[in-house]
């Protein structure tokens, strides 16, 4: 089977093809990151007023969280 353009160099078509794929590509992760930068900045600023200001470790706070629904279970039993 025979390319349908014959005359264009395929090396050429490769370049300008991994060129848009990462121009595309990096729009992605700039515009997924614009949207959640608000979000990992909180988490940050939490994360760090937790360490800095109370001395617990973001070891401490994710054995928390890790148990959070055990305790929200017990919880929703103790109200019943």
Known sequence: MSPVFGG??????????????????FRLIFQVFRVGAGSILGLVAIVLGLQYLFGIAPKQLWF?????????????????
């Open 8 to 25: 264009v160099d395929s090396q050429l078509v490769l370049l300008v093809a991994a060129v848009a794929v990462v121009v595309l590509a």
């Open 64 to 80: 928390e969280i890790s148990h959070l629904p055990q305790l929200a279970m017990r919880f929703v039993q103790s109200l019943s």
